[in-house]
C-alpha cells in the first residue's frame, strides 16, 4: 500500500515520529484526494513489524513480515476496517471516491481494501454506519492485541454514522487504550459532533498542485489530464475513475442544454431524458452534480470573472454570455433549491416532472435582469 505523490509532506509530518501519534486522528477533505488510501498505508506501517524508510521520507510498511502479509491477506487479527454495510450501499469510493467503497460486510477485520472512487459510473451509496458496527468494536479495542502491538481501527466515512453510533463511538474514544489508534475519515466533517472531532487531531487534505495531478493521470495514461481534472474539481482519483470509465464525453452531452438553454423547459428536459435512457450508468443524480457545477462556475462567473469547472473556451463563452444577462441573487437562490432537490434526484416520484422541474428553475435564474 502505496501513499500518492502529492501525500508525501503530509506522510513524512505525521509518521516522522510513530510514537507520538495520538489515539484518534480525522482525515478530512473533499472525496477523491486519497485519504483512504493514506489511511490504508498508515494502518499498514504502524502494525508492520520491520518499517523500512520510504522513498517520500519517513517510515513505510514493509509487505514482508507477518503482519503485513496478514493484512494483504484480509485476516489481520489487530486490524479493523468499518464501513456502511453493502446491503445499504447503491455505490466510492472515495471516494478513494475514497468517496465510495465497495465492501461485503459490516466491520471487515483485517482487510485492507482499495477504493473505487467515483461520480460517474456508481453511485454515491446511502449508508449509514450503525450503533452494532460500533459496538462490535468493544471487545477488539479492550481487549490486549493478539501481536502485543498497536490496534488499528479505521472507519468511513464517519460523517455516516448515525447519532446512537456516534455517541456510542464517544464513548470509546473518552477513555481508549493506550495501544488503539482510530483514524477516522470524512467528506464532511461538519456533520461530526463537536465533541467527536475534539477528541481527534483533524488533518486537512487539500487540493495537490494541479500540475502534479495532471502528470500523475498522464502517467496512468489519462488523456485530456488537464480537462477531466478540472470538471472534477482538481480531485485526482476522481479524475482517474471518470476517464477510465469514459465520463467525459456523456459529461459535455449532458451540457449542451446548458450552454443554449433557449426558454423552454421541456424542451430541456426531454435532452436529459434521453441522455438518461440512452445510458445506463448514467443517473439522474449525476446529472443534478452536474448542473451545481455549471451553476457554481456561473455564479463564479458572475461574481468574480472567474471559472473553477469549466476552463474550456466554448464552456468559458457560453457562460460569460448567461453571466451578462443573469442575476446573481437569483442565481444563489437556485443554488439553494438545487441543493434541496438533490435529496429526492436517486428517487423521484417522476423523473421527467424532475428534470423539467430543474430546467425551469434554471431558466427563471438566468433570465435578463
Not at 472512487?117 to 446511502?126: E, L, Y
Not at 502485543?148 to 453510533?165: C, D, F, H, N, Y
Not at 459532533?193 to 489519462?222: E, H, Y
Not at 468574480?304 to 437562490?333: C, E, F, G, I
Request: aromatic share 6%; hydrophobic share 45%; with cysteine.
Amino acid at each position: 500500500m502505496n501513499i500518492h505523490p502529492w501525500q508525501g509532506g503530509l506522510w513524512k509530518q505525521l509518521m516522522d515520529a510513530p510514537e507520538k501519534l495520538p489515539h484518534a486522528l480525522l482525515l478530512t477533505g473533499p472525496a477523491g484526494l486519497g485519504k483512504q488510501d493514506f489511511a490504508l498505508a498508515m494502518a499498514a506501517c504502524l502494525l508492520c513489524e520491520a518499517p523500512q524508510t520510504a522513498a517520500t521520507g519517513g517510515p513505510a510498511a514493509c509487505g514482508e513480515c507477518c503482519s503485513c502479509s496478514w493484512l494483504a491477506a484480509g485476516n489481520h487479527p489487530d486490524f479493523r476496517l468499518v464501513q456502511p454495510d453493502a446491503a445499504e450501499e447503491t455505490a466510492e469510493t472515495e471516494s478513494d471516491s475514497d468517496a465510495v467503497t465497495k465492501t461485503t460486510n459490516k466491520t471487515r477485520q483485517g482487510k485492507a481494501v482499495g477504493v473505487a472512487t467515483s461520480m460517474a459510473r456508481v453511485g454515491t451509496g446511502s449508508g449509514t454506519l450503525r450503533i452494532e458496527q460500533i459496538r462490535e468494536l468493544t471487545d477488539f479495542v479492550f481487549v490486549g492485541s493478539h501481536r502485543q502491538g498497536r490496534r488499528i481501527v479505521v472507519l468511513e466515512p464517519a460523517e455516516a454514522m448515525t447519532p446512537a453510533a456516534a455517541n456510542a463511538l464517544l464513548k470509546v474514544l473518552e477513555e481508549p487504550p493506550a495501544s488503539v489508534c482510530f483514524i477516522l475519515i470524512s467528506h464532511a466533517w461538519r456533520r461530526l459532533l463537536p465533541t467527536i472531532r475534539s477528541r481527534c487531531r483533524i488533518v486537512n487534505f487539500g487540493q495537490p498542485d494541479p500540475r502534479q495531478a495532471a502528470a500523475w493521470l498522464k502517467a496512468a495514461g489519462i488523456k485530456e489530464a488537464e480537462s477531466v481534472l478540472q470538471l472534477a474539481g482538481g480531485a485526482p482519483l476522481l479524475a482517474r475513475n471518470w476517464a477510465q470509465q469514459d465520463m467525459l464525453p456523456v459529461y459535455r452531452k449532458a451540457l449542451e442544454p446548458l450552454l443554449q438553454p433557449g426558454n423552454d423547459p421541456v424542451a430541456m428536459a426531454q435532452k436529459w431524458s434521453a441522455l438518461l435512457k440512452a445510458d445506463s450508468a448514467f443517473d439522474l443524480a449525476q446529472l443534478v452534480d452536474i448542473v451545481q457545477k455549471w451553476l457554481a462556475d456561473l455564479i463564479q462567473m458572475t461574481l468574480a470573472d472567474s471559472l473553477r469547472y469549466h476552463r474550456d473556451p466554448a464552456w468559458q463563452k457560453a457562460l460569460q454570455a448567461q453571466a451578462k444577462r443573469s442575476n446573481a441573487a437569483a442565481l444563489l437562490a437556485f443554488d439553494r433549491e438545487l441543493r434541496r432537490i438533490r435529496g429526492v434526484a436517486r428517487h423521484p416520484l417522476n423523473t421527467q416532472l424532475f428534470l423539467e422541474d430543474m430546467a425551469a428553475r434554471y431558466l427563471r435564474a438566468t433570465v435578463a435582469r
